[in-house]
């Protein structure tokens, strides 16, 4: 098998894209109309979010701002949107021109994802010195195995394009160290840059701290180590600030959303949310020791979440983690030291280095679910697989029975106790009632340990086979089957598609006449968040005022927060709600009435919505949002008469009964017309830096309105007022990183050129 890996070198990859192809077909082969995966965030956010974007490009318009949402909310700024990487414009193109749903389009590329994933491990463990058996091995453990089957199952898009690129970073930084020319840090930074744009900043910080350890590890094995260190150190620091060069036009907008957002202010408490909890170590054994979410009835009864604090990489790299020692192999210590790594920071506070950087590294703070560190220890048992096998195909034979004399001999004892422990928890669920919680939850523990004892029996019968010179290549390829095997029993139960194109309230309101653009706030039926009230008002044109996002804008979350969920509390019913959309239960608000009934959903409509946008007449300075929130909230300041601002405007203040229609309402420019003795227009749209107003020709500022809101000065007489989103964080920081994907694509055209000059 060797042999024929290493004379067609393609066949790798083209392995690896079927079995991904294979293991996700119904990711984009639905198995029934509308079908798709269905994990959380992929219902709840991101289908939503990529079918508005896919809408506004298919319109002509650059998806910057989405008004349909939090009463606006920054698309190009937001690093869930992705508005810059080749993946999302696949997805958009897809859509577009080939008429394949979001969801499917989502679905293909994740597929892609996980084979380029999967083909980046193989590129990285080759550079380590594996066999291409191993490098394989490696492959699969580390695109298809528990941490990124949860990642899928869960629906975290932007995880899974980030985390496919980091093996060709840490590629590329090895190829950087090897060369120590200046061109050959291309790959490197070539690689950051496209992860850097694909969308989730926590996985490009794991890219970081791999790269360090990798630093670590060349200074480790470097014979003058003072040298080693600083050459590494400066070709990674190059690395990183051309990467960072590269990945600004979604860098500069992401930093000012979250300057601007609830993750300013965070604490330990909510950095540690999510952490591996000590016994939850037990399901790197033993998967779904605690349950699994898609097995009723007993389902998941471990802590939450279960994508977070599960990692399963099959047992062959247990194995090789015990063996390590004996296989006298220097490569093992950079894998081994990823696998320890990933244990302790999982732990979150509790194993303390967590707490250490939160405290001392800026920016750490600003990501939570420490046992998403675990992908450290999925990429650390991957390189020690890789390295095990690695080690048996090429050591001798009295060697690769040094080697694997512990496991051949602890093996057989550790196949009796799973299976006797998988006998004891049938006879509890044999002798018991089935229908207690406990009995239940013992069947499935029996499958846990009678699973477990399967796959360890088949380890044990083909680690003897390596120990017999004449069965070594059948041996290999019963180990990759066998690995394969192992890690899909646990991956593919968690990768679930249901009919992603049902979503009762929404459709409902179609059906009800409530036309998209009407300003709404939805009530999911209990159990039904995700699905159906959250950003779905993206896809059907309506503009919710609530929504979900990792990074909400702070003033925003405050103002709505202060409405306590009630739509005709003051703070609330200034935002102009006109549909009040409930799932399954019927609500009596006053000044709302009966609209509709439709899918279980009841539709309420206010008679005398507040205005979306009017001109206020007198003024009123507070800079402090909790005392201005609580004059609204007590009826101390009637918003159609008086503005409260932070700052102050350079206003003439009129008198009532001026107007404001909007004329125009289109997600980057808002036309109002104004008539009237002036004074200070208001536009329930949150404030937000980038947006721009002009009255006639004449630009004008934009200040903080009621701690939340916009509102521009206004002279006496008739104007058209034109607020336009023109950002310039999006402006900058995309001229920037174009001109670096410039520079970068002709020095490696300069470099390809020069190389094929001197290949005689």
């Given amino acids: ?51 508005f974007s896919a809408e506004q490009v298919a319109q002509g318009q650059l998806p910057l701002w989405n008004p349909r949402q939090y009463a606006g909310f920054p698309v190009a700024g937001n690093p869930q949107a992705a508005v810059f990487y080749p993946g999302t414009w696949l997805v958009w193109a897809l859509n577009i021109f080939a008429d394949i749903s979001i969801p499917a389009a989502m679905g293909f590329v994740v597929v892609l994802h996980v084979a380029l994933a999967a083909w980046g491990m193989q590129v990285l463990m080759r550079r380590f010195g594996a066999t291409y058996a191993g490098a394989l091995a490696a492959a699969v453990i580390y695109s298809m195995s528990g941490w990124a089957a949860m990642r899928i199952y869960a629906g975290h898009f932007t995880i899974l394009t980030v985390y496919a690129w980091i093996p060709f ?293 083909v680690l003897r086979l390596f120990v017999q010179k004449e069965r070594l290549n059948a041996a290999v390829v019963l180990a990759l089957v066998l690995l394969t095997w192992d890690v899909w029993r646990v991956s593919l139960p968690v990768i679930v598609t249901a009919d992603v194109t049902d979503t009762p309230i929404w459709d409902g309101a179609l059906a009800s006449s409530i036309a998209p653009g009407e300003r709404v706030i939805a009530f999911a039926p209990e159990g039904d968040y995700w699905r159906n009230a959250v950003n779905n008002a993206s896809i059907t044109g309506h503009h919710h005022i609530k929504g979900y996002d990792p990074l909400e804008i702070q003033s925003y979350v405050e103002f709505i927060g202060s409405g306590n969920q009630n739509p005709t509390h003051p703070v609330l019913n200034m935002l102009g709600i006109r549909y009040i959309f409930s799932g399954g239960t019927e609500r009596y608000d006053p000044g709302y009435t009966l609209a509709g009934l439709s899918h279980d959903t009841v539709y309420y409509e206010n008679s005398d919505p507040f205005p979306r946008a009017w001109v206020a007449y007198e003024g009123m300075l507070e800079p402090d949002p909790d005392t201005a929130l609580n004059a609204l909230a007590d009826g101390d300041v009637d918003p159609r008469e008086t503005v409260i601002l932070e700052e102050p405007l350079d206003c003439a203040l009129g008198e009532a009964g001026s107007t404001a229609q909007i004329a125009e309402y289109t997600p980057n420019e808002i036309t109002i017309e104004v008539e009237g003795s002036g004074g200070v227009l208001v536009l329930s749209d949150t404030y937000y830096p980038g947006w721009q107003a002009y009255v006639g ?64």
Avoid at 192 to 200: K, V
Avoid at 261 to 271: A, E, G, I
Avoid at 408 to 436: K, N, T
Avoid at 734 to 758: P, T, Y
């Fill in 1 to 51: 098998m060797e042999q024929l890996l290493s004379r067609h070198r393609w066949l790798s990859p083209v392995i690896l894209l079927a079995a991904a192809v294979l293991m996700l077909q119904h990711a984009f082969i639905p198995e029934q109309p509308g079908y798709a995966l269905s994990g959380t965030d992929f219902t709840g956010g991101f289908y939503p979010l990529y079918s």
């Fill in 169 to 461: 970073i840490l590629a590329g930084y090895h190829y950087a160290l090897e060369k120590r020319t200046l061109a050959s840090l291309i790959p490197a930074t070539a690689a950051l840059g496209i992860a850097m744009l694909a969308g989730h900043p926590q996985m490009v910080l794991y890219a970081g701290i791999g790269t360090a350890v990798m630093w670590g590890y060349h200074v480790y094995c470097a014979e003058q180590k003072a040298a080693a260190a600083w050459g590494a150190f400066w070709r990674l620091a190059l690395i990183g600030a051309f990467g960072l060069v590269l990945g600004l036009a979604l860098i500069v907008p992401t930093l000012e959303l979250t300057l601007q957002s609830n993750r300013t202010d965070t604490t330990l408490f909510f950095v540690n949310q999510y952490h591996l909890p000590p016994q939850q170590l037990l399901t790197i054994l033993l998967p779904y020791l605690y349950g699994n979410p898609t097995r009723p009835p007993s389902q998941y009864w471990g802590v939450d979440f279960i994508q977070e604090v599960t990692i399963y990489v099959g047992l062959l790299p247990i194995v090789a983690l015990l063996l390590v020692m004996r296989m006298g192999d220097r490569r093992v210590v950079y894998w081994l030291a990823l696998t320890v790594l990933g244990v302790v920071l999982a732990l979150g506070a509790d194993g303390v280095l967590f707490a250490l950087l939160v405290r001392w590294l800026p920016g750490f703070d600003f990501f939570r679910a420490p046992a998403r560190f675990l992908y450290f220890t999925t990429v650390g048992f991957a390189g020690l697989a890789a390295l095990l096998l690695t080690h048996l195909q090429t050591a001798t034979d009295d060697r690769r029975k040094y080697t694997l004399a512990p496991a051949l001999q602890a093996m057989p004892y550790m196949v009796a106790g799973l299976f006797i422990a998988s006998a004891f928890y049938s006879g509890w669920f044999a002798s018991a009632s089935h229908q207690e919680v406990m009995p239940v939850r013992a069947s499935q523990t029996a499958g846990v340990f009678g699973y477990a004892g399967l796959a360890a029996l088949g380890t044990w019968g």
């Fill in 697 to 760: 020709d004449e630009r004008v500022d934009i200040r903080r309105a009621y701690t939340a809101l916009r509102g521009v000065c206004v002279p006496a007489g008739d104007h058209t007022v034109i607020f336009v989103y023109r950002p310039l964080s999006v402006l900058v920081g995309g001229v920037v990183s174009g001109i670096g994907w410039a520079v970068l694509g002709v020095v490696s055209g300069g470099v390809v050129f020069a190389g094929r000059r001197r290949t005689p």
